[in-house]
């Protein structure tokens, strides 16, 4: 400690991703332009009772919007909206009463897995 040097500060280095791992503008949510209908399932879903969002690509390549809740009529308004606009739902509920909404927009352009 008597040089100046402090053993406890980390590299910036340490905070970079490993080269093995793909940087978050590769991540495939940020390789695509967020398409109007899922744009607007989140628009109308923030009005109501919500507790997190997220949107990604599907293990397929289908585009999703995942809403997580605890009331049970945010879940029916949120599939509403979502049949609406034309996107598969799908709920699980786990548990402790929490709840699953996703909102898929199928991709026609990409091969899924094989079954």
Not at 46 to 74: C, N
Not at 78 to 94: H, N
Request: aromatic content about 6%; glycine content about 4%; proline content about 3%.
């Amino acid at each position: 400690m008597m040089n100046g040097d402090d053993t406890n500060e980390k590299k910036s280095n340490d905070y970079i991703w490993e080269p093995n791992r793909k940087s978050v503008s590769k991540l495939p949510t940020s390789e695509h332009t967020m398409d109007e209908n899922r744009r607007e399932m989140i628009r109308k879903a923030l009005d109501l009772d919500i507790i997190d969002v997220r949107s990604y690509a599907g293990y397929r390549g289908d585009m999703l919007v995942e809403f997580t809740t605890l009331e049970k009529d945010t879940v029916d308004s949120l599939k509403k909206i979502a049949e609406e606009l034309g996107l598969e739902v799908t709920v699980r509920q786990d548990p402790l009463q929490i709840y699953q909404v996703y909102c898929i927009a199928l991709t026609e352009d990409i091969y899924g897995l094989k079954e």
